[in-house]
């Protein structure tokens, strides 16, 4: 996974609430477990609208409430696939953030002022360690899990966390008893 760190650029805005991970990407799409090829069915019945335009941007604005629904990984696969590294909102399912982190997408939420404010400068930053939004015209600082941000910032994964381990993984293995497991003592039987 790619370390988290500055995320600068342009933004898109999805002005919806309650947006649900169906609608992030439907479940015909789903017949796949690579975490590629998901992008360009990313919002598929909406981008069939007449007025419908999302640029692929560094960062998603968007409403509150926002990957709601099933917990389905696709979701995250299909919004960092087109070219999402961040998403802010003014909330997000619990499920939803879990699984964007674990990818490497960042969840950022603030407050609706600012993300309107966001939405209307057309171009923001967001500093993971410094834990900071900034735009032309302000600025709000959010929150995000100590252990998140530590794996994030140093992209890790669940299997980089477990790599990070190897050599208390390795010294465990060396110490415990070689013999195994003996089953069940029957002595007392």
């Excluded at 370390?3 to 002005?15: C, F, H, Q, Y």
């Excluded at 692929?56 to 629904?69: E, H, S």
Aim: hydrophobic content about 40%.
């Amino acid at each position: 996974m790619k370390a988290v760190e500055t995320i600068t650029g342009r933004v898109s805005v999805l002005d919806r609430d309650d947006v649900d991970t169906d609608q992030i990407i439907p479940k015909q799409f789903l017949k796949r477990i690579e975490r590629t090829g998901f992008g360009e069915f990313l919002f598929h019945d909406w981008a069939k609208e007449p007025d419908w335009d999302l640029p692929v941007n560094p960062i998603l604005i968007a409403g509150r409430n926002f990957g709601c629904g099933s917990s389905r990984e696709h979701a995250p696969w299909a919004l960092e696939d087109y070219g999402f590294q961040a998403i802010i909102a003014p909330s997000f399912a619990d499920i939803f953030r879990s699984n964007c982190t674990k990818i490497g997408l960042l969840p950022v939420a603030l407050d609706a002022d600012s993300c309107r404010s966001i939405a209307q400068a057309g171009e923001a930053q967001v500093d993971l360690a410094a834990q900071e939004v900034r735009w032309p015209g302000g600025s709000a600082s959010f929150e995000i899990d100590p252990d998140v941000k530590h794996r994030l910032l140093n992209g890790l994964d669940d299997i980089g966390l477990t790599l990070a381990q190897e050599d208390s993984i390795a010294a465990y293995e060396r110490d415990r008893d070689g013999s195994g497991w003996s089953g069940p003592d029957t002595t007392a039987l």
